[in-house]
């Protein structure tokens, strides 16, 4: 499982990507860079890729980003929205 997570840094966007073999260890390594795992989605109208990713507080996701699962920061969601 490959994620994408955009935040915003003091300096503009970011972006982080983050690979595992497990949503679990995905989650893992995401808490090192600061986000903590909310649960792990399973929401039957979304796309099957989507299905058991981590959910993060304080990102919008999961998405689909054609390779990878991506999450945004509240504040690019609204730029990017808009």
């Known amino acids: 499982m490959k994620i ?3 935040r915003e840094t003091p300096q ?9 073999d497990t949503a679990e260890i995905v989650a893992n390594r995401a808490a090192v ?3 903590q795992c ?3 989605n ?8 989507l299905q058991g990713a981590p959910k ?3 990102l ?10 991506r999450y945004e920061c509240s504040t690019l969601y ?4 808009a």
């Open 60 to 69: 919008t996701g999961p998405m689909w980003d054609g390779d990878a699962i």
């Open 12 to 20: 503009g966007f970011d972006k982080i990507e983050i690979d595992g």
């Open 78 to 81: 609204a730029e990017l929205s």
């Open 42 to 49: 399973s929401n039957p109208a979304q796309r099957l890729e």
């Open 56 to 58: 993060f507080t304080g």
């Open 33 to 35: 860079e600061g986000f």
């Open 4 to 6: 994408r997570i955009y």
């Open 38 to 40: 909310k649960g792990f």
